[in-house]
């Protein structure tokens, strides 16, 4: 078959988990329940972050758009999930598998970078307290979070043509639940060798960087806080850079783990449950984890819902 036309096809068969139909079942109220769960979380966090001008500070301007994120991060794939998990329709059109690659790598590049955002406003609220309204003005949060988007759509805008463009043959059957690159990649009938390169210098730069960022800024973190006399400030500091930590860790690991390795390297049914993971336990887990426990959002949803009720009343 002539290579050159097997890269056009009009659609594509996600596999997913139909080699397990008992599976499909289960899979599906479990993940409808987690969905609409990320929804309400993430939503009540936007919107309490939005309407409490206690909360209007760069701590919580970059939490809401951590959670703007994770409702894109999950909306760009579960709905065709859902879909595909609900009866035997297993295809994605052509365009459909480019919007969602391109979202998926782009959305998830930008939690990475903002997330090594969130971890300087920790280091300059921890270390420079008495500058830190000074430094982190909203021209400079604006300018962070911008900075984010930009690059992580940027990365995806090279990335995808380039793995939609692998020739494949005429083969159009997707052993994964979504158009994700390493599975694209194991798809083509050329030597991929290169564009593994590729996507592990990138990765590199849009992945590793910022972890690396992160680390050495809680390391400076680390070393004010032994610095602090008082055990209540040590608490305080250590339940909000606690969070964070918590999310960097479970949404870098099954990241660094599956696309700093991309192609054959690793097991397709165990790259399906750890994208499964990232993308759809991480993003319902942040609003508990990082947010819904802090005493400041607790008390301004009270606010929000005892106001609510007083003006019913009235």
């Known amino acids: 078959m002539d290579r050159t036309n097997g890269s056009t096809q009009s659609h594509f068969v996600l596999l997913g988990f139909s080699d397990c139909p008992h599976l499909e079942r289960v899979l599906f109220v479990v993940i409808l329940i987690a969905?609409?769960?990320?929804?309400?979380?993430?939503?009540?966090?936007?919107?309490?972050?939005?309407?409490?001008?206690?909360?209007?500070?760069?701590?919580?301007?970059?939490?809401?758009?951590?959670s703007f994120l994770d409702l894109s991060f999950t909306t760009s794939s579960i709905p065709q999930l859902l879909h595909n998990l609900s009866g035997r329709d297993k295809t994605i059109s052509y365009v459909g598998?480019?919007?969602?690659?391109?979202?998926?790598?782009?959305?998830?590049?930008?939690?990475?970078?903002?997330?090594?955002?969130?971890?300087?406003?920790?280091?300059?609220?921890?270390?420079?307290?008495?500058?830190?309204?000074?430094?982190?003005?909203?021209?400079?949060?604006?300018?962070?979070?911008?900075?984010?988007?930009?690059?992580?759509m940027a990365n995806s805008l090279v990335m995808s043509p380039v793995t939609l463009r692998l020739p494949r043959c005429g083969h159009n059957k997707v052993d994964h639940f979504l158009c994700e690159m390493p599975a694209l990649i194991r798809m083509a009938c050329v030597n991929t060798v290169a564009i593994e390169?590729?996507?592990?210098?990138?990765?590199?730069?849009?992945?590793?960087?910022?972890?690396?960022?992160?680390?050495?800024?809680?390391?400076?973190?680390?070393?004010?806080?032994?610095?602090?006399?008082?055990?209540?400030?040590?608490?305080?500091?250590?339940?909000?850079?606690g969070s964070h930590l918590t999310v960097v860790s479970l949404f870098y690991g099954n990241i660094i783990y599956m696309y700093m390795q991309p192609g054959h390297s690793s097991s397709q049914d165990q790259g399906k449950f750890l994208t499964l993971f990232y993308n759809m336990v991480t993003p319902l887990l942040n609003p508990l984890i990082y947010t819904l426990r802090n005493k400041e959002v607790k008390g301004a949803l009270r606010r929000l819902l005892l106001g609510n009720r007083k003006g019913g009343k009235e």
């Open 35 to 66: 969905y609409l769960l990320t929804l309400v979380g993430n939503s009540t966090i936007i919107l309490v972050s939005r309407l409490d001008s206690r909360l209007h500070t760069p701590m919580y301007f970059f939490l809401t758009h951590l």
């Open 97 to 152: 598998c480019m919007v969602q690659l391109f979202l998926f790598l782009g959305l998830g590049g930008v939690e990475c970078l903002l997330l090594a955002v969130m971890a300087y406003d920790r280091f300059v609220a921890v270390c420079k307290p008495l500058h830190y309204t000074v430094i982190m003005s909203s021209r400079l949060c604006l300018g962070l979070v911008s900075v984010a988007w930009g690059c992580g």
């Open 197 to 241: 390169g590729t996507v592990f210098v990138l990765a590199v730069g849009i992945v590793l960087s910022p972890l690396v960022f992160i680390l050495v800024s809680y390391g400076h973190i680390v070393r004010a806080v032994f610095r602090i006399q008082s055990s209540s400030g040590r608490h305080r500091i250590f339940n909000t850079c």
